[in-house]
C-alpha cells in the first residue's frame, strides 16, 4: 500500500460528478481538494463520501488499497479557489453543464495556474474548441468525460482541443489508468463524442421500433438488458462480430448484404415527442412512477448503482488470463 499521496487533484464543483470524481481519486491515493461556491455543498460531499466509503468498506466493494478512513483523510474542502489550488497537478472541472458558466471558470483558472497543471473537464456535451479556445493555457486542458457513477462505471473518453498538447493527453490517460478508471482516447473532439454516439444511435431504433408498434416499451428494454447488454458489459460491438463468425472478414462475408439490408430500413431522426413520447413514458411510469420521485425512482436508481458495483467486482474476477 502506498502511504503518501500520489499528487493532488482538485475537483472544482462538488456535486453528484465532482463527489464521485473525489472518491476515484482518493482510492488511487491522490490527495483530494473538494472546492465549489457554495460552502454547503463541500460540507454535505464530504458527510456523503464519509458514509458512501464506509458502506463501501463493509460490503467489499471500497477501490483502492487504503482503507476507507485514510481514504477519507485524504479529501479535504476547500471555498478558496486560489488556496485549493497550491501545489495542484490536476483539475477536475464538475460545475453544471453551462457553456458561459465554463468558460468565465477556465478564464479564472488560466490565470492562476502554473505551465505543469492538467485543467480537465466533464462536460458530457460541450466541445473543447468552445471551452478552451484562447485560454493562455491551453496545451494544457483536456476534456475527461466520466459516465454516472464513475466510482462504479470506470470508462472516461479523453477528448483534446485542437491545441493541446500531446504530452496532456498522455499524462492523462497515464492518471486515469492509475486511479483505476478506463480511458480511451478521442483523436479529436466530435458532437456527442463517442459514447453519447453509440447511445443516440441505440435510443432512436428503439424509439422508432416503440413507434411503428412493433414491441412494448418494456420488451425493447428487455432486448438490451437480457440480451444485447449481457454481453456489451464483457465485449464490444466489433470484438462481437469477430466472436461470432471465424473473424471480422468472415463476419462481413456472412453478414455484410444482411447488415446493409436491414440498416437500409432504418426511419429518419425521431423527433422525441407527441404521442409516442407519451407511450413510452405511460410504460415507464407504470413500473416506477416519477410523481413521488424520492420514492420509487430513488429505490430503482439505488438498485441500479448495486447491480452496477456486483457487476464491477464481477468483471475484477472474470479479467481474461
Ligand atoms: P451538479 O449540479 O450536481 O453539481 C455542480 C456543482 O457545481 C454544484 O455543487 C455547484 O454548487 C457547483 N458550482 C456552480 N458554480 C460553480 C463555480 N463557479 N465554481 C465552483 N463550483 C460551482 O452537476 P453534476 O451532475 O455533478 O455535473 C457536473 C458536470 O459533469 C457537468 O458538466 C455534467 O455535464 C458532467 N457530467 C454529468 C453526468 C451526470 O450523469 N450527472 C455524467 C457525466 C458528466
Given at each position: 500500500?502506498?502511504?503518501?499521496?500520489?499528487?493532488?487533484?482538485?475537483?472544482?464543483?462538488?456535486?453528484?460528478?465532482?463527489?464521485?470524481?473525489?472518491?476515484?481519486?482518493?482510492?488511487?491515493?491522490?490527495?483530494?481538494?473538494?472546492?465549489?461556491?457554495?460552502?454547503?455543498?463541500?460540507?454535505?460531499?464530504?458527510?456523503?463520501?464519509?458514509?458512501?466509503?464506509r458502506e463501501l468498506e463493509k460490503s467489499g466493494m471500497l477501490k483502492g488499497m487504503l482503507s476507507a478512513e485514510k481514504q477519507f483523510s485524504l479529501i479535504h474542502?476547500?471555498?478558496?479557489?486560489?488556496?485549493?489550488?497550491?501545489?495542484?497537478?490536476?483539475?477536475?472541472?464538475?460545475?453544471?453543464?453551462?457553456?458561459?458558466?465554463?468558460?468565465?471558470?477556465?478564464?479564472?483558472?488560466?490565470?492562476?495556474?502554473?505551465?505543469?497543471?492538467?485543467?480537465?473537464?466533464?462536460?458530457?456535451?460541450?466541445?473543447?474548441?468552445?471551452?478552451?479556445?484562447?485560454?493562455?493555457?491551453?496545451?494544457?486542458?483536456?476534456?475527461?468525460?466520466?459516465?454516472?457513477?464513475?466510482?462504479?462505471?470506470?470508462?472516461?473518453?479523453?477528448?483534446?482541443?485542437?491545441?493541446?498538447?500531446?504530452?496532456?493527453?498522455?499524462?492523462?490517460?497515464?492518471?486515469?489508468?492509475?486511479?483505476?478508471?478506463?480511458?480511451?482516447?478521442?483523436?479529436?473532439?466530435?458532437?456527442?463524442?463517442?459514447?453519447?454516439?453509440?447511445?443516440?444511435?441505440?435510443?432512436?431504433?428503439?424509439?422508432?421500433?416503440?413507434?411503428?408498434?412493433?414491441?412494448?416499451?418494456?420488451?425493447?428494454?428487455?432486448?438490451?438488458?437480457?440480451?444485447?447488454?449481457?454481453?456489451?458489459?464483457?465485449?464490444?460491438?466489433?470484438?462481437?462480430?469477430?466472436?461470432?463468425?471465424?473473424?471480422?472478414?468472415?463476419?462481413?462475408?456472412?453478414?455484410?448484404?444482411?447488415?446493409?439490408?436491414?440498416?437500409?430500413?432504418?426511419?429518419?431522426?425521431?423527433?422525441?415527442?407527441?404521442?409516442?413520447?407519451?407511450?413510452?413514458?405511460?410504460?415507464?411510469?407504470?413500473?416506477?412512477?416519477?410523481?413521488?420521485?424520492?420514492?420509487?425512482?430513488?429505490?430503482?436508481?439505488?438498485?441500479?448503482?448495486?447491480?452496477?458495483?456486483?457487476?464491477?467486482?464481477?468483471?475484477?474476477?472474470?479479467?481474461?488470463?
Amino acid at each position: 500500500p502506498r502511504d503518501g499521496p500520489a499528487g493532488r487533484a482538485v475537483i472544482v464543483g462538488s456535486g453528484l460528478i465532482g463527489r464521485s470524481w473525489a472518491m476515484v481519486f482518493a482510492s488511487g491515493g491522490f490527495k483530494v481538494i473538494l472546492y465549489d461556491i457554495v460552502q454547503q455543498q463541500i460540507t454535505s460531499a464530504l458527510e456523503n463520501i464519509s458514509k458512501q466509503m464506509r458502506e463501501l468498506e463493509k460490503s467489499g466493494m471500497l477501490k483502492g488499497m487504503l482503507s476507507a478512513e485514510k481514504q477519507f483523510s485524504l479529501i479535504h474542502g476547500c471555498s478558496d479557489l486560489k488556496e485549493a489550488l497550491e501545489g495542484a497537478t490536476f483539475i477536475q472541472e464538475c460545475t453544471p453543464e453551462n457553456l458561459e458558466l465554463k468558460k468565465k471558470i477556465f478564464g479564472q483558472l488560466d490565470l492562476m495556474v502554473n505551465d505543469d497543471i492538467i485543467i480537465s473537464s466533464s462536460t458530457s456535451c460541450l466541445l473543447p474548441t468552445k471551452l478552451f479556445t484562447g485560454l493562455k493555457h491551453v496545451k494544457q486542458c483536456i476534456v475527461a468525460h466520466p459516465v454516472n457513477p464513475p466510482y462504479f462505471v470506470p470508462l472516461v473518453e479523453l477528448v483534446p482541443h485542437p491545441e493541446t498538447d500531446p504530452s496532456t493527453v498522455e499524462k492523462t490517460y497515464a492518471l486515469m489508468k492509475k486511479i483505476g478508471q478506463s480511458p480511451v482516447k478521442l483523436t479529436r473532439e466530435i458532437d456527442g463524442f463517442v459514447l453519447n454516439r453509440l447511445q443516440y444511435a441505440v435510443i432512436s431504433e428503439a424509439w422508432r421500433l416503440v413507434g411503428e408498434g412493433i414491441v412494448s416499451p418494456t420488451d425493447l428494454d428487455l432486448v438490451m438488458s437480457d440480451g444485447l447488454g449481457m454481453r456489451y458489459a464483457f465485449i464490444g460491438p466489433l470484438e462481437t462480430m469477430h466472436l461470432n463468425a471465424e473473424g471480422i472478414k468472415n463476419y462481413c462475408e456472412r453478414y455484410r448484404e444482411g447488415m446493409i439490408r436491414v440498416l437500409k430500413t432504418f426511419g429518419p431522426v425521431p423527433e422525441f415527442s407527441g404521442e409516442i413520447e407519451q407511450k413510452i413514458n405511460q410504460a415507464m411510469c407504470e413500473n416506477i412512477p416519477v410523481e413521488d420521485i424520492p420514492k420509487s425512482i430513488n429505490a430503482r436508481r439505488e438498485w441500479r448503482d448495486e447491480c452496477l458495483a456486483g457487476l464491477a467486482k464481477l468483471k475484477t474476477q472474470m479479467k481474461f488470463n
